[in-house]
């Protein structure tokens, strides 16, 4: 049984959640598509690729929202709490995702542009939290009105892939761009481990809690994997090309 309070969210906040963790797991099957077809490789090369992405992102999805769903994820009971497992297994599975042939296939078919621009989501992404601490399914301190201000990521991400892609900012932009989000993304994600009932950092009634149950548990297990693979197929894509 949950030993958190399940959050009274609205239709149209759990709705925008779960498109929006929908949406970013069809752009991760078009991406690898579209990098197999920029590499030229044939059908029967990209079919393989294409299915295993839908296959390994619709398994994600529905573990981490089986784990939610029934309870597991908010028993502060068990040590260690299985909720302070998700960020591990999100760390590793961002890292083996980036550094796999997976995330060849992306830095070496998709323009450097393209991996910029996709950050952009995290623009709605933040109005949509603000709208959680609104209606008090979050604590402010995740909130652009408390100490998140990963928003920057968002509105800066398209300015900065379109200037990349015009051959204008050269590496010095786009690294000091990344270093900025993969920061902005470090701090709201720590934010939100210490405002867990475990750590309490905030007090007693400013909790993260909310991403214990569906679809909530999508933004660490799929917005936030997102970004931090993003991330570091960009630092993937600037090593390379400082190598060569």
Known sequence: ??????????????????????????????AVDLAGRRLREPRVVRRPWTIGT???????M?????????GHLSRLDLTPPPFLLLPVTIVVLSLLVSFSAFGTRLVDGL???????????RFPLELMLHRA??????????????WNFDIITGLTALPVAWTVSRGYG??????????????????????????????SWFGPT??????MFPPFVWLPAVMVTTAFVGHLLVWRALLRKTSN
Do not use: C, H, K
Request: proline share 5%; net charge neutral; glycine share 8%.
């Open 1 to 30: 049984m949950p030993l958190v309070a399940i959050p009274d969210a609205s239709r149209f906040l759990t709705g925008s959640f779960m498109a929006m963790a929908v949406v970013l797991a069809v752009l991760w099957v078009i």
């Open 62 to 70: 529905g573990l981490t929202w089986a784990a939610a769903e029934t």
């Open 111 to 121: 323009p450097l542009a393209w991996l910029i621009g996709v950050q952009v989501f």
């Open 54 to 60: 839908s296959v390994a992102a619709g398994l994600w």
């Open 206 to 211: 400013l909790l993260n809690t909310f991403v």
């Open 170 to 199: 050269g590496r010095g932009l786009v690294l000091a761009w990344n270093a900025l989000g993969s920061l902005l993304l470090l701090n709201i994600v720590v934010i939100a481990i210490v405002s867990t009932p475990v750590i």
């Open 133 to 146: 601490f609104a209606e008090g399914v979050m604590p402010m301190q995740m909130s652009y009105s408390g």
